[in-house]
């Protein structure tokens, strides 16, 4: 009973993604994420910048399209994100508020967005990449963190939780597939969370993995310790992208190991009994966020970007 997801491609930041809407205009696009996945994130669509581009004025059609595609599909929605340092509008960045005008500001976002699609999105990413890579609480880059204190985290998921009692409400970050630093920061704190009561359900390894970099072997053991401290845990963002210098092909080498870290990201979900969710981030690389962000690498997703399937693809439909 796992729900395998994609990004649903759209709303990107950087100028490289101004490309129409996929999710709009790209037919082909829009079948294959019907056809091949039973849950789909909206990649930027419900981030603050996006749906909420001016103070008290929301943007809510092209979440609302993604939310009626996935009904009509029978598909679940991952919502993505409501607490996070990156991707916010100017006006609220820049904006002088006082801590109770910006309490406030948070409360309102929290209860219009979770409220708005109550009962269709199952999982929300309530509070995002809040650690940085010591295991510290990004307490200058992140507004919240910043300007109202760590108790703010509570109170995100108790808003959330209030407005909408059903969905199941998780920390996500990157970097936390193994056991580090990082990943310890959020096992403990959701271990005190919870002991004080605070509905948090589940922690979210995004898993963008690179084939630099080894294969985090202890994913496994690390998604266990989360079931075993009794939340969900998911797999929300994986994508494994490569080194391709002046933008060479990727090698038949590069597309083996691509794979081999695909099908042992979804073994270990696979292997953990509350790893209920396994989303990839986007299933093309016609619309990955990669190269754009990531100069020199690429090709991370499990289709080319004429759609052809990648070795990558079978191995995850053969470990299903
Ligand atoms: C990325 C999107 O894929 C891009 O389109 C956008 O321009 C920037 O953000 N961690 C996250 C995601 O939690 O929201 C990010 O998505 C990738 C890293």
């Not at 001016?54 to 993505?80: S, T």
């Amino acid at each position: 009973n796992l729900y395998v997801g994609s990004a649903a491609a759209g709303g990107g930041h950087h100028e490289a993604q101004d490309y129409p809407d996929p999710f709009t205009y790209d037919t082909e696009y829009r079948k294959l994420l019907a056809a091949e996945f039973s849950s789909v994130t909206p990649e930027n669509q419900l981030k603050w910048e996006f749906v909420h581009p001016e103070r008290g004025v929301y943007n809510f059609g092209p979440a609302d399209e993604i939310v009626e595609f996935a009904r009509r599909h029978n598909q679940k929605v991952r919502g993505h994100t409501l607490l996070w340092h990156s991707q916010n509008p100017a006006w609220l960045e820049e904006g002088d508020f006082t801590d109770e005008e910006l309490r406030e500001i948070l409360r309102e976002h929290i209860f219009t967005v979770v409220g708005r699609y109550k009962g269709q999105i199952h999982q929300w990413d309530v509070a995002n990449e809040i650690f940085d890579g010591n295991g510290n609480l990004r307490t200058q880059e992140n507004i919240w963190l910043r300007e109202l204190g760590p108790g703010i985290i509570a109170d995100a998921f108790r808003w959330a939780h209030e407005a909408d009692p059903k969905a199941e409400l998780f920390f996500n970050d990157y970097s936390v597939e193994g056991i580090n630093a990082k990943s310890t920061a959020y096992y403990n704190l959701i271990r005190d969370l919870r002991a004080q009561g605070v509905p948090v359900h589940g922690f979210g390894v995004q898993a963008h993995l690179s084939t630099r970099w080894p294969f985090p072997a202890d994913m496994q053991a690390n998604l266990q310790r989360f079931d075993e401290l009794g939340v969900a845990t998911a797999v929300t963002e994986l994508d494994v992208r490569m080194d391709l210098p002046g933008g060479a092909a990727p090698t038949p080498a590069q597309l083996q190991q691509q794979a081999d870290y695909y099908r042992q990201a979804l073994q270990a979900c696979l292997n953990v009994a509350g790893c209920g969710s396994f989303t990839i981030w986007g299933f093309t690389d016609k619309y990955s966020w990669v190269p754009v962000f990531f100069p020199d690498q690429g090709a991370a997703t499990v289709m080319w970007e004429n759609f052809e399937r990648k070795p990558a693809y079978y191995a995850l439909q053969d470990t299903l």
